[in-house]
């Protein structure tokens, strides 16, 4: 009977664990530096060269640093309603979030769903 108590116990802590990160928000998980691994557009599917590798980092005050051979930029960001806006240099960029994870990222275009990047969290 003690071992099915602990064992009850235990698979209690682990719904638990499974609960609290399948509740964090997108807000949450963003934040650090993401790599662009996978460009889907359309029919053409890109995982190196120049359609890929870049990076963003979100900062915790809505700030990012996109990346690309060399060169960095700075922006702002803001999450509503798993709608991802990205803000560089006055001009605004729209991506769903169709999945965030504490590893993976994978963002579309709102106005053409056939166009996907994913991203790994570094």
């Given at each position: 009977?003690?071992?099915?108590?602990?064992?009850?116990?235990?698979?209690?802590?682990?719904?638990?664990?499974?609960a609290m990160?399948?509740?964090?928000?997108?807000?949450?998980?963003i934040?650090?530096k993401?790599?662009?691994v996978k460009?889907?557009?359309?029919?053409?599917?890109y995982?190196?060269?120049?359609?890929?590798g870049?990076?963003?980092?979100?900062?915790?005050?809505?700030?990012i640093?996109?990346?690309?051979?060399?060169l960095?930029?700075?922006?702002?960001?803001?999450?509503d309603?798993?709608v991802?806006?990205?803000?560089v240099?006055?001009?605004?960029?729209?991506?769903?979030?169709?999945?965030?994870?504490?590893?993976?990222?994978v963002?579309?275009?709102?106005?053409n769903?056939s166009e996907?990047?994913?991203?790994?969290?570094?």
């Amino acid at each position: 009977m003690k071992k099915f108590k602990i064992a009850a116990l235990m698979m209690c802590f682990v719904a638990m664990s499974f609960a609290m990160t399948s509740c964090q928000k997108a807000e949450d998980l963003i934040i650090g530096k993401w790599k662009c691994v996978k460009v889907v557009d359309g029919e053409q599917t890109y995982t190196d060269g120049q359609n890929v590798g870049f990076t963003y980092e979100f900062k915790a005050d809505n700030t990012i640093v996109m990346a690309m051979q060399g060169l960095e930029i700075p922006g702002t960001y803001a999450i509503d309603d798993d709608v991802l806006t990205i803000t560089v240099m006055g001009q605004a960029t729209k991506s769903n979030i169709d999945k965030i994870s504490k590893s993976k990222m994978v963002l579309s275009n709102p106005e053409n769903s056939s166009e996907i990047a994913e991203f790994e969290k570094l």
